[in-house]
């Protein structure tokens, strides 16, 4: 009887530390909401599903994360203009406040002797 008595207060006591903890982590300024990671989600697909139908962009190349609506992009792309289209199409998706554009210019290596 003993036994019992101390699993079942062993828990309630681990239901209300899980409790206490998802408040508190909740309340944490940095921390999104629910609602805005949805959000978050879905301008990232989005916009992974923008640059996958452009052609002369590599979606594979780019890394696309979003956080409360600012867009991270990052990665290699072969030419220059293709970092200014990258940030444009990022623009163009609903939901989208910010733009940090951290793509970078591959540079071509020739072969010895070329």
Not at 39 to 65: F, P
Request: charged share 20%; proline share 3%; aromatic share 4%.
């Amino acid at each position: 009887m003993r036994a019992d008595r101390t699993g079942h207060l062993s828990a309630i006591l681990a239901v209300v530390l899980t409790a206490l903890l998802v408040s508190a982590c909740a309340s944490c300024p940095d921390s999104p909401s629910f609602g805005e990671y949805v959000e978050d989600t879905a301008i990232t697909l989005d916009l992974k599903g923008r640059l996958l139908t452009t052609g002369d962009l590599s979606a594979v190349d780019i890394s696309v994360s979003t956080y409360r609506g600012v867009v991270l992009l990052s990665g290699f792309v072969s030419r220059d203009e293709q970092i200014s289209k990258a940030e444009d199409i990022a623009r163009s998706v609903g939901g989208v406040k910010d733009v940090k554009n951290n793509l970078v210019l591959r540079k071509q290596v020739n072969a010895p002797g070329t």
